[in-house]
């Protein structure tokens, strides 16, 4: 699928200057330092496109789950039972799946849960609903003809939803409540106790981090976890001995090698392969609830914020939040997988398929801090398919900006001891405010 942006004219005008109390704001057109928890909110159609496409029948609403599947297409779990595929270019087909659940008699699938595609190319699911009746919890194999083979947990332990993985050594790693598991492809399961000891509604989650272990979470434990998948060695990180207070569940592997995770459902937080953690608690605002973590193409952490169809970029470089808020917002998107035209695909709850086209708007340095006055400093401002913007200064007395000396910079002087934000904008008002600072 390809989405042309249109690019915004280019041009350079001075609208306000000053100094003291006056607002100083300038349009351009097209370092180091590091913000804590900025925050930024883009509006509008871009520089974040939003494509939807409908479900091909009524009351087959998708649901959670969304993979990408070895014919390269996106795969959606749906809550009325089967599988939805869906191409590159909005082409869908529902394939329905059954399997024999009492006796002779057969069962839909719910397929809205996590879920990963291993190494024989077949989709595995885990969870309750598949054979709930019988009080049996199982790993689900699905082939993209619909066809489905189911493997109990012999154990009787609680499959979580949404925690499956494949891992370095070939098979799918799973969490439990009591549990962290694999299932090779001839179906068979091992499990392998936490040593902390068993923990209820764990809802945890698996990844493959960047040490060659799986990791994973114990959500009501309290902890972040690995395990060699050789040895079955496990290492747990209590996050309380950090005193972090959290219950962490999905956790992905990020490109700084660092791994993240969702904290509380509500905050991010990122553990590094050496156990040491941390929270950003502040990190969304009200209404925010961060779901199903991936790493986007430019590496950054993206993740769905299931209050709605928002999506949010965590930037772990400056340490900032983006939140981007579609034109329509009757659904809720609680999963999001990375296309393979790098786009973000999302299933929404309204039986929707939402894709996200990332340009984010993106400052560089976020934070200046000058040692005295009549000093200066760039900011760079990154767009994609957008070539102007407009900067304003709060207190030009203490920090002014002006154009700078090629299409997206722009020039911040010292003028006075204090502290104000710097505003920059783009044609559809999307912002990201830079801090300065003279001493």
Known sequence: MTIRIAALAAGVSVLIAGCGGMRNSVTQSPSAGHGVNNHVVQNGKAPINWTQFNDPASGYSTNYTVVVGSDKNLWFGNSQGGLLQVQMTGKTKLVPVQYVCSGTSKCNMVTGYG??????KNFYFGGTNFDYNNNKYVVAVVKTTGAITVHDITSGDYVSEGGFTLGPDGNVWFTEQQHIAK???TGTITEIAYPSGATSNSYGSTTTGPDGN???TEYNNNIVAKINPTTKAITEFSLASQSLSCNPSSIVSGSDGN???VCNGQYLGQITTAGVAKVWYDAFGVGYFPEALQV?????IWFANGSGAYISEFNPSLVSFTTFVPPYTTGTVYQIALGPDKNFWGAESDGKTDVYIPSPLTVSP?????TGTGQTQNITVTEQGTLSWTATSTSPGVCSVAPGAHANTFVVTANGIGTTKITVKDAIANSFVVSCKVT
């Open 115 to 120: 879920a990963t595609v291993g190494k024989d």
């Open 183 to 185: 299932i090779n492809t």
């Open 214 to 216: 799986v990791w994973f």
């Open 259 to 261: 791994l993240y995770f």
């Open 296 to 300: 986007g193409g430019d590496g950054n």
């Open 366 to 370: 976020a934070s200046i801090t000058f």
